[in-house]
C-alpha cells in the first residue's frame, strides 16, 4: 500500500465516513491472563468512546512506509488449511463474530507477542463501500462497484495513569488523583487484507510498529507469518557496509560525497511519485559505477551484496541516505551540511596537510554571533 491508500483508510475513523461493524477486544495482564473480553456493534457505543477508538485506529495507520508501516507478502504456505492467512481469513469472513475464532486469535496474540505489562487486543471488522474515481482522480461517492471487507488490529499498552493532585468541583478542595488504568497509543498492529491498488489483496498485509529497530518479529512470524524485512536502521547500516567492503582501505572523500549527491538526486527526481524508492542490486550496483568506483572494485560486488542484504533483497532510499544533512566527522571536527550542497566540501592539499575546504559566502556566524571575515590567499594545490 502506498501512503495514499493508507490516508484512504484513515479517512474512514471520523464520525462523517465510518463504516465499522463491529469492535472486539481482549484485557490482557502482565501475567498473560486474559481478564476482560468485550464485543460490541461500532455504532452503538457513546460518543465520547467512539472518538477514543478512532485515535487508536488512525495511529495504526500512521507512519512512514518503509519504516514503522511495512507491506508484508504472505508465503505460499501460510494460505493453506491451518495457515495463518488462512486463518486471518477465516477470522474476516466471520465478520468477528465467531466467538471461537476471537478466542484462537486471542491465544495466539498471547502466545506470540513479548510484552512486559499489561495490554489491550483490539479488532475492528469494516465494509468500506470504495468509491470510483476519474481519471484525473476525482473521487464519484455515487460510482462504488466494489467493496472493501478487512480487519484491523492494534495492541495498546494499558497503564496507570501519573499520581498528582486533582481539584474536586463539588467540594472546592484538592485531593490525590485517583490513578486509573489508561488504555495508550498502539505498540503495534496490522491491516488485513491490504489495500493495494485501492483493491482487496488477500495475499499481503500492512503491518504497523512503533519502534521501527524492535518490530516484534515473533508477533509477526506466529500472528502473519510473513517475513520482516532489514528495519530502517539495518538497511542503512547494510548500505554503508556495501560501501566500506566495495571501497576497500581506499574510500576516497570525493567518491563517497558522489554517492550522496547521487542518492539525494534520485530521490528528488522520484519525489512525485507515490511508490517508495527502492533499489535492487542492479540498481546499487549501478549508483556505485555512476559516482566514480571503478570497475575492478565492482567485480565482486554481486557476492558482497547478497552476503550483506540477501539476494533478492531491496533497500528503501529513504532509509539508507541522509536526507537532512550531509556530516563530515572527524575526532576532533564534526561539519554539518545542507545535504543538497554538499558540494560546498572539498578536500585539498596545503602544505603537505590534507584539509577540508569549506565555501563560504558573505553571511557567517560563530555560536550565533554574525562575524566578518578576511579575504585569504589562494593556495594552490600541491
Known sequence: MIKQEINEIKRLYTPSHCSITRICGCYVDG??????????????????????????????????????????EFPLSTEAEGGTQEFLLRLRDSKLKDDELLAQFYDKVIDTYEYVGNYLILLIHDAYDVPGKTNDGLTMDDASDTVFDYILCCICPVNLSKPGLSYDAETNEFHNRIRDWIVEMPEAGFLFPSFNDRCTDIHSTLYYTKK???????????????????????????????IEETLGEDA?????????????????????IPEPLTLDKRQVRDLFEKSGIEEEKLT???KIYDAAAGEDACLLADNVANTKTFEVKTPDVVVKVNPLRADLVNTMTLHGRQCLVIEINEHVEVNGIPVKYRAGIDIPNE
Open 31 to 72: 501475567e498473560k491472563n486474559k481478564k476482560a473480553e468485550f464485543k460490541e456493534a461500532f455504532l452503538s457505543l457513546p460518543e465520547e468512546e467512539i472518538f477514543k477508538y478512532f485515535e487508536l485506529l488512525r495511529k495504526t495507520l500512521s507512519g512512514t512506509v518503509g519504516k514503522n508501516i511495512l507491506n508484508l
Open 212 to 242: 521501527p529497530e524492535e518490530p516484534h518479529s515473533e508477533f509477526v512470524d506466529g500472528i502473519l507469518g510473513a517475513v520482516l524485512p532489514l528495519t530502517a536502521g539495518g538497511q542503512k547500516e547494510t548500505f554503508q557496509a556495501l
Open 300 to 302: 565482486d560486488f554481486e
Open 252 to 272: 576516497e572523500y570525493e567518491v563517497v560525497k558522489n554517492i550522496h549527491e547521487n542518492l539525494t538526486e534520485l530521490i528528488e527526481e522520484h519525489k512525485e
